[in-house]
């Protein structure tokens, strides 16, 4: 993953998911085989991480993107709009939100 910088010209977005644990594993596959069958292969993507908590009840996106638009135009596309469909089914909420890096340390 490209290091996080002010100076960046990129689009950073991180998307929260809440679940139980009793889906947290099968959210986790599904967020990947999306990554690598599909998210990846998108125009204007960059990189991505996912991370899950202790309790496994909530994983966090982080995944950054050239533009705004790059991932905009993957959300509408009739696959990954398939896809976020099976994805809101395995657990109770999620939100990608935009962020533009304001401060970095390293």
């Known amino acids: 993953m490209p290091s996080i910088s002010k100076d960046a010209k990129l689009q950073t977005v991180i998307t929260t998911f ?9 959210l986790m596959d ?3 085989v999306a990554y690598e069958e ?7 993507f960059i990189a991505a991480g996912l991370h899950v908590n202790d309790a496994q009840t909530r994983i966090a996106n982080y995944s950054q993107w050239e533009r705004r638009e ?3 135009a993957m959300l509408r596309t009739p696959e990954m709009r398939e896809r976020n ?3 809101n089914a395995l657990c ?3 939100e990608p ?3 533009e890096v304001e401060a970095a340390f390293d």
């Not at 599909?38 to 204007?44: D, R, V, Y």
């Open 97 to 99: 939100v935009m962020y």
């Open 38 to 44: 599909f998210i990846s292969k998108q125009p204007g």
């Open 70 to 72: 790059d991932f905009q």
């Open 18 to 26: 809440e679940m139980t644990p009793g889906t947290c594993q099968d």
């Open 85 to 87: 469909r099976n994805i």
């Open 92 to 94: 109770r909420s999620f």
């Open 30 to 32: 599904a967020l990947t």
